[in-house]
């Protein structure tokens, strides 16, 4: 993460965090396949087009397509999510191509516990409460109780109804809980332990690679660049969680990882869809230093200049070495249409991305953060709304980080989670 760069505006080339880092200070033996990822060599390009760029029309990739519906019952098409800041408990009927709240009458923690099963969250449950309808809903989904059929959605049915006037808040996981207060040191600092307890460092052969964020003690979010051949394969990564100091993770137990899941549309030209799910072999024991974010919920509002928080053990300054201590910054989201401006990233933002940090540069993710979080807090609940991408060298004037759009890929890590299970 650089907090500081010593480079002119415009001057370094475009980095690609998935390699391995220009030194092994912390390496007690040679990485893997040393030269999988050669120095990136910028080519010429004429004026219009910034040699930092990757040089593919945004157009030409795929982003996730995250309207729709999955088919939960073999024979009942429905879909589930939970929705807004409240974890609103939806289901989606394509008789009415439309979202329904599920009503408290009748509803039990059994049924919450098979909806999370649904969701992917395996045995994990947290909690499942009737909250006040704010929305405006006047049709529900509610349960038809003296149906003999055991699968939740059979016993789902439309109403306009609902007696309680209450909704089913549905939480699978506790998440997005910090167990320290963050700094709000907009120039950056490193990190207390717990305070960002969602971070891991992901190692090929004791060299830190790239980051990731726990969202279920078996599953980790990450960027697809990461995970590119040949390290797709599981055998080669091993998680730390928990621990500060890169130095330290020698003597503390990784955490083998079992499979590794790119995004089916990632493209590694553009890094659209620069996202990747990580399965550990054994799951994850939380305690206040290891603890998941959540996944965002369709239905929240980022504001414009949102303030966020990126963290990892990337360099500190451009061409740097890996950072031994986990270092956090404070970034602020930067609208789509501005940062596809000709002057910043003329039109390489797709949909799939979302760029933070400030145009004046100072601060920004760098080599090695690749894959770490992005997060912001609302409802005293953090959010992982990104996953670190792409950049143009490290905190240049105009050259804000860009990162994976969470929000987007939502129903993409739900339907691995569930196929995975």
Request: hydrophobic share 30%; glycine share 8%; aromatic share 10%.
């Given at each position: ?7 002119p ?67 009942v ?54 909250i ?19 699968d ?12 309680s ?12 809980v910090?167990?320290k ?8 600092a ?5 305070e ?21 003690p078996?599953w ?20 730390f ?26 493209d ?23 603890k ?21 053990w990337?360099?500190t ?9 986990l270092?956090a910054?404070?970034v ?8 596809n ?20 540069g ?60």
């Amino acid at each position: 993460m650089a907090l500081n760069s010593g480079s002119p505006p415009g001057v370094g080339p475009y980095y690609e965090n998935h390699g391995y880092q220009p030194e092994s200070f912390y390496s007690r033996q040679p990485p893997v396949a040393p030269g999988a990822y050669g120095a990136y060599e910028a080519e010429y390009y004429p004026p219009t087009v910034p040699q930092y760029s990757p040089r593919v029309l945004t157009q030409a990739s795929t982003p996730v397509n995250h309207t729709q519906p999955k088919l939960l019952s073999e024979t009942v098409c429905t879909s589930i999510r939970l929705y807004g800041l409240n974890f609103i408990l939806q289901v989606y009927s394509s008789q009415r191509k439309s979202w329904h709240p599920v009503c408290e009458d009748d509803w039990s923690e059994s049924y919450g516990r098979a909806a999370c099963r649904d969701m992917g969250y395996g045995n994990s449950f947290y909690s499942s409460q009737g909250i006040k309808d704010d929305s405006g809903a006047t049709s529900f989904m509610k349960l038809n109780t003296s149906a003999d059929n055991i699968d939740l959605y059979k016993k789902l049915y439309h109403s306009d109804v609902c007696s309680s006037k209450k909704v089913v808040s549905l939480r699978c996981i506790e998440c997005g809980v910090s167990s320290k207060q963050q700094s709000r040191i907009v120039g950056g600092a490193n990190a207390a332990l717990g305070e960002w307890p969602w971070q891991v460092s992901l190692h090929v052969q004791d060299v830190h690679v790239c980051g990731g964020s726990i969202i279920t003690p078996e599953w980790i979010v990450t960027a697809a660049h990461c995970v590119e051949p040949p390290l797709n394969s599981p055998q080669y990564w091993t998680a730390f969680a928990g621990i500060l100091s890169q130095s330290l993770m020698f003597y503390g137990n990784g955490h083998r990882v079992g499979k590794v899941i790119a995004h089916p549309n990632y493209d590694s030209k553009t890094k659209n869809n620069d996202i990747a799910l990580m399965k550990l072999e054994a799951p994850l024991t939380f305690n206040d230093r290891v603890k998941p974010v959540c996944l965002p919920n369709p239905g929240m509002r980022l504001e414009p200049k949102q303030s966020c928080w990126i963290s990892g053990w990337g360099a500190t300054y451009e061409k740097g070495k890996t950072s031994d201590l986990l270092n956090a910054a404070m970034v602020p989201l930067i609208e789509p249409e501005q940062c596809n401006n000709k002057f910043i990233y003329n039109n390489l933002i797709t949909p799939a991305m979302i760029c933070a940090g400030y145009l004046e540069g100072n601060v920004d993710s760098c080599q090695g953060d690749s894959g770490g979080p992005l997060v912001t807090l609302k409802s005293s609940i953090w959010w992982l709304i990104g996953d670190t991408s792409w950049g143009s060298g490290c905190a240049k004037i105009n050259r804000p980080g860009v990162y994976g759009n969470v929000t987007v890929f939502t129903d993409w890590i739900y339907q691995e989670m569930r196929a995975n299970s």
